[in-house]
């Protein structure tokens, strides 16, 4: 009899068991970072909170802040705003030490400087960083190296066109925009063009797909009127 009822529970057991399984890794919350991992996600996942207004405080700080820098490079030079900042931060910095060090004499305390925490924080570069850092550079300085040597020598055709018509595109951009405007209009995109893109995915992706056919198939037929030129393969 206890063989038997040991036998009829086992199969609840199993279940039980197999129920409580972890959920996949890549279950995550909607809003999640889309990293590839803990280990992976870093700065990228900084950078992705950051435009995508996961925390409201944090991302209007920095899109303030840099709005009003570009807004200030616009109006004055570069060396006055670069000027003012510096002065502004100095001016924050030395008054908090004076007033940190008139506290420190009146309560006779031995806090010492209110910002040797800071001070000895080890910023300094090693050589295996750097070296680090310049080989990736190397490796996109080397990408564009090419990719400027076929454009311009006109390895295919149809992407020397393409590049000459978006720079007799510029030219009627740079008549009317300056490059601190550019950066003002490409920072208002930046901080807007993804949380709308997040709300209205699927229309936009809808609209988006329509778009791509109609250019490639625009593409495809001046390919094909270009005589020597030797139509690209999907990918």
């Known amino acids: 009899m206890a063989e038997l009822s040991a036998a009829t529970q086992s199969p609840s057991v199993s279940s039980s068991s197999s129920g409580a399984e972890p959920s996949a890794p890549g279950s995550g919350s909607p809003g999640a970072c889309p990293a590839l991992g803990a280990k992976s996600c870093g700065s990228s996942c900084a950078v992705h909170d950051l435009i995508f207004w996961r ?94 040597i076929r454009l311009f020598l006109v390895e295919d055709l149809v992407d020397s066109l393409k590049l000459a018509v978006f720079m007799w595109l510029m030219t009627y951009v740079g008549a009317v925009f300056n490059g601190i405007t550019l950066l003002i209009l490409a920072e208002l995109l930046v901080f807007s063009v993804p949380i709308v893109y997040e709300k209205y995915k699927t229309q936009i992706d809808h609209y988006v797909g329509i778009a791509r056919d109609q250019t490639k198939s625009i593409v495809e037929k001046i390919q094909a009127k270009l005589p020597g030129i030797a139509k690209k393969k999907a990918e």
């Open 55 to 148: 925390d409201v405080k944090k991302t209007g700080f920095v899109f303030g802040t840099t709005l009003i820098v570009l807004l200030s490079l616009a109006a004055f030079s570069v060396i006055s705003v670069v000027s003012y900042l510096i002065l502004a931060l100095l001016s924050v910095t030395i008054s908090f030490r004076v007033y940190k060090s008139v506290i420190q004499a009146v309560q006779k305390s031995e806090e010492g400087h209110p910002f040797k925490a800071y001070l000895d924080v080890d910023i300094t570069l090693s050589s295996e960083a750097f070296h680090n850092y310049v080989n990736a550079a190397l490796v996109h300085v080397n990408k564009a190296l090419k990719l400027i």
